[in-house]
């Protein structure tokens, strides 16, 4: 089974803007399902496009299953199914021995940033950098399928 450990940080962003990304990706992603125990998306990453299928998280942990699909179909997919999307810019930037992956928010989820980290255990060790804040790995509001149906911006304070 595969399986996807991941952690979620908001980001300081005074500290965050001193800081150069390896590289910068766009990325549209629509929710074909939004199930309590399963979600499936279908996303357009660069010029790539994937759909994916993720199980019930337990702690940090969940099933994923991720296949490249041709990105005329995912675009395609995206048009048809779009109701709940998200767009972002996904920034990648190494620190030790790990990527991190920096996802700013656009459109109705603007001003939001979240850095994530995947691991290969819930207890692994990671170097922490100076520009990640708080962790909000289980703060349901700050999962993509959520920020697609309840936006940031609508809850934000």
Do not use: C
């Not at 005074?14 to 279908?42: A, C, F, G, H, M």
């Not at 019930?56 to 942990?61: A, C, E, L, V, W």
């Not at 995912?74 to 990648?92: F, M, N, S, V």
């Amino acid at each position: 089974m595969a399986l996807e450990i991941e952690r979620k940080y908001l980001i300081d962003k005074t500290l965050w803007d001193k800081v150069t990304p390896e590289r910068s990706v766009p990325i549209t992603q629509v929710y074909l399902s939004t199930e309590p125990n399963k979600t499936i998306r279908v996303r357009t990453l660069g010029d790539r496009g994937y759909i994916t299928i993720k199980g019930k998280t337990t702690g940090i942990t969940r099933s994923e299953y991720e296949y490249e699909i041709p990105l005329l179909d995912a675009e395609e997919l995206i048009d048809l199914y779009g109701t709940k999307y998200i767009k972002k810019i996904r920034h990648y930037v190494q620190s030790g021995n790990h990527l991190w992956e920096v996802d700013e928010f656009l459109e109705f989820n603007a001003g939001l940033f979240v850095a994530e980290i995947e691991l290969t255990k819930e207890d692994e060790d990671y170097e922490m950098p100076t520009w990640v804040k708080k962790e909000v790995s289980h703060d349901k509001r700050y999962s993509n399928s959520n920020l697609a149906e309840q936006p940031y911006t609508s809850w934000k304070s």
